[in-house]
C-alpha cells in the first residue's frame, strides 16, 4: 500500500466541515496532518460553520494535529502568508507530502515549492471519481 500523506490549510476543512464530508479525507490519504495553529483558526469560535465538525473529527482522531519541526522557510520571506498557511507549507515541505490549499497565494508559494497543491474543489473532484462521492450537487449545495 502507498502511503499517501496530505497536509491541511484552514479553507479547505472548513469547507469540508460544512458540506459534512471530512471523511474523504480518510478515503483519499493514509495520513492527513493538520498543523496546531491551523487548527486553532477552525475552532476559534465553535459555533461557526464547519468548526464542531472539524473538532468531532480531530476527537476522533481522523486527522493528526502537528506543528512543523522548522519554524522559517529557508531563504524567502514569505510574509505574504497568514500564519496557517505558512506553518501548511512548511509541514508538507517537511513531510514530502501534498498540501491541501485553496487561497491563492498560498497555492503559488506552494508550487514554487514543488509541492503537490490540491484545492477543495479537486479533492471533491478525486473523491467522485474514485466512488466516495455519488453526486458532487448534492454533497455541494445540500437542501
Given at each position: 500500500m502507498t502511503i499517501k500523506l496530505i497536509v491541511c490549510d484552514a479553507g479547505p476543512l472548513i469547507a469540508l466541515g460544512k458540506i459534512n464530508q471530512l471523511q474523504l479525507l480518510n478515503h483519499l490519504y493514509t495520513e492527513i496532518y493538520v498543523p496546531d495553529v491551523?487548527?486553532?483558526e477552525c475552532l476559534v469560535n465553535e459555533t461557526l460553520p464547519g468548526a464542531q465538525a472539524i473538532k468531532i473529527a480531530l476527537?476522533?482522531?481522523q486527522f493528526i494535529a502537528k506543528s512543523p519541526l522548522t519554524s522559517?522557510?529557508?531563504?524567502?520571506?514569505y510574509s505574504i502568508l497568514d500564519a496557517g498557511e505558512k506553518e501548511?507549507?512548511?509541514?508538507?515541505?517537511?513531510?514530502?507530502?501534498?498540501?491541501?490549499?485553496?487561497?491563492k497565494r498560498g497555492r503559488t508559494v506552494a508550487n514554487a515549492l514543488s509541492l503537490k497543491?490540491?484545492?477543495?474543489?479537486?479533492?471533491?473532484l478525486?473523491?467522485?471519481?474514485?466512488?466516495?462521492?455519488?453526486?458532487?450537487?448534492r454533497v455541494v449545495f445540500k437542501d
Amino acid at each position: 500500500m502507498t502511503i499517501k500523506l496530505i497536509v491541511c490549510d484552514a479553507g479547505p476543512l472548513i469547507a469540508l466541515g460544512k458540506i459534512n464530508q471530512l471523511q474523504l479525507l480518510n478515503h483519499l490519504y493514509t495520513e492527513i496532518y493538520v498543523p496546531d495553529v491551523v487548527l486553532k483558526e477552525c475552532l476559534v469560535n465553535e459555533t461557526l460553520p464547519g468548526a464542531q465538525a472539524i473538532k468531532i473529527a480531530l476527537a476522533n482522531k481522523q486527522f493528526i494535529a502537528k506543528s512543523p519541526l522548522t519554524s522559517t522557510f529557508l531563504e524567502k520571506d514569505y510574509s505574504i502568508l497568514d500564519a496557517g498557511e505558512k506553518e501548511a507549507i512548511l509541514l508538507a515541505k517537511e513531510l514530502k507530502a501534498s498540501v491541501l490549499i485553496d487561497e491563492k497565494r498560498g497555492r503559488t508559494v506552494a508550487n514554487a515549492l514543488s509541492l503537490k497543491v490540491i484545492g477543495t474543489a479537486g479533492l471533491l473532484l478525486s473523491a467522485y471519481k474514485k466512488g466516495f462521492v455519488s453526486n458532487l450537487t448534492r454533497v455541494v449545495f445540500k437542501d
